[in-house]
């Protein structure tokens, strides 16, 4: 049975563009796979703990030579990677934050980096490969060649590079100019925030067949 892994980091609720866009996503993966499932994780409204120092030493000390606090971090490890390993696509909602990716996002990342889980230490494999993984990108700026503040993006260029060691693979669809209704200043972009949207919900719409009665 197929199975979706749907992840948004957005903090900005009903307001997102990012969830908005994951939600179609959703939405139209499950048309396409009516008898598929579904697992949802809120980054943006339960965030995962950031790396520490007990994350770091579960690494790299044997099972039974762990901490109580190594211990219940190593299992969070599993269960993260565990979410990914039961999904055939990954959709992941990546909002940019002060020219980044969502905290979040990175804590997620760090977790899912694990010895042994998602990537061979033996020989540097990565372990999830093979499944499909959509990233929904949302940018309230634009970054593209040739704008004020091309290359100022750095969440997009980031995270293939963060999850390299897993062989996921992210397949990017993204909007900009999001702040273009809200921002006086950028009002003038708005059409050009509304072509952009419209092009990431068509590519959205192509992404699966829908299932035929």
């Known amino acids: 049975m197929p199975h979706l892994l749907h992840i948004d980091s957005s903090i900005r609720g009903e307001q ?58 190593w299992e969070l490890t599993e269960q993260v990677v565990a979410e990914v390993r039961a999904a055939d696509t990954v959709l992941l909602g990546l909002p940019l934050y002060n020219y980044g990716a969502p905290s ?19 020989t540097g494999a990565g372990l999830l490969g093979g499944r499909e993984f959509i990233v929904l990108a949302s940018r309230g700026g634009g970054y593209g060649s040739g704008t004020p503040r091309e290359g100022w993006d750095h969440a997009a260029p980031w995270l293939p590079h963060g999850l390299s060691m897993t062989g996921l693979e992210p397949r990017f669809i993204g909007c900009e100019l999001t702040l273009a209704s809200s921002v006086p200043a950028m009002s003038e972009l708005i059409p050009l925030h509304e ?3 419209a092009v990431a919900q068509r590519s959205i719409d192509e992404l699966w067949v829908p299932a035929t009665v």
């Open 195 to 197: 072509e952009s949207l």
């Open 104 to 122: 979040s996002v990175k804590s997620w990342v760090d977790l899912l980096i694990a010895p042994g889980l998602s990537y061979d230490p033996a």
């Open 16 to 73: 997102s563009v990012s969830r908005r866009l994951t939600a179609r996503a959703a939405a139209a993966w499950q048309a396409a796979h009516p008898g598929g499932t579904i697992t949802y994780r809120n980054l943006g409204k339960e965030p995962l703990p950031h790396l520490d120092e007990a994350a770091e030493a579960a690494r790299r000390t044997p099972p039974d030579q762990r901490t109580p606090e190594q211990h219940r971090t």
